[in-house]
C-alpha cells in the first residue's frame, strides 16, 4: 500500500490570450494629406485581480507621421493613450483564490493596423494580444514508498595488476633512439 503526501505549490491555476483592438481619432495642428507611417512605443502595463475578472491597465505612445501641405512638408503627432482592459480567464484548476498573482505578457506588441485622414482628422486603429496567467497555492498528492532504493554495485574496469601491465607494454612501445 502506497503512502501519500500533499504538497503545497504555486501553478498556473488560469490562463488566457486575448487581441484587443481600439480606434481612435487624433486631431493635428496642420491638416493632414498622406499618412506616412505610424508607429506604437513605449508600451507599459500590469494586470490585478477585481473579483472574478482581470483589469489590466496599460499606457502606450503613437506618433503618426504626415504629410502636409499638399505633400511639400511633413510632420509628427504624438498621442499617449491609457487604457483599462477587463476580461475573465478561464480557471484550470481551483486554488487558493486569497493568494493569486496575476501575471501579464504582451504576446503581440502594439502595433497600429489602420490610420487614414477622416475630416481633417488622423482615425487609427491599434491592435494587441496580451496573454494573462493566474498563479496561486495549490495542494498536489504524491505517493511515495518509505523503502530505499537498492544500491547498485560499481565494478572497477582495471585492477592493479592491469594497470601495471598496461604501463610496462607502454614503456616498451618507446623508442628511445627516435627521441635523438
Excluded at 123 to 142: A, F, N, P, R, S
Excluded at 156 to 172: F, L, Q, Y
Aim: hydrophobic share 30%; glycine share 4%; charged share 35%.
Amino acid at each position: 500500500m502506497a503512502n501519500y503526501k500533499e504538497i503545497v505549490t504555486k501553478a498556473i491555476l488560469g490562463k488566457g490570450k486575448k487581441t484587443f483592438t481600439t480606434t481612435e481619432a487624433i486631431t493635428p495642428e496642420i491638416v493632414p494629406t498622406t499618412i506616412l507611417g505610424c508607429w506604437v512605443i513605449n508600451h507599459n502595463f500590469k494586470g490585478y485581480k477585481n473579483g472574478d475578472k482581470i483589469n489590466i491597465e496599460g499606457n502606450y505612445d503613437i506618433n503618426i507621421w504626415y504629410s502636409c501641405m499638399n505633400d511639400t512638408k511633413t510632420e509628427v503627432v504624438k498621442k499617449s493613450t491609457t487604457y483599462l482592459e477587463s476580461v475573465v480567464v478561464p480557471k484550470r484548476s481551483e486554488g487558493d483564490i486569497t493568494n493569486e498573482e496575476v501575471i501579464i505578457r504582451s504576446l503581440k506588441q502594439p502595433t497600429c493596423t489602420r490610420a487614414e485622414i477622416v475630416d481633417n482628422r488622423i482615425e487609427y486603429t491599434v491592435e494587441k494580444e496580451l496573454g494573462i496567467e493566474v498563479v496561486g497555492d495549490t495542494k498536489v498528492k504524491i505517493a511515495y514508498d518509505e523503502e530505499e532504493d537498492p544500491w547498485d554495485i560499481i565494478d572497477d574496469d582495471n585492477t592493479e595488476e592491469e594497470v601495471k601491465k598496461a604501463e610496462k607494454d607502454i614503456d616498451e612501445q618507446v623508442k628511445e633512439e627516435y627521441l635523438d
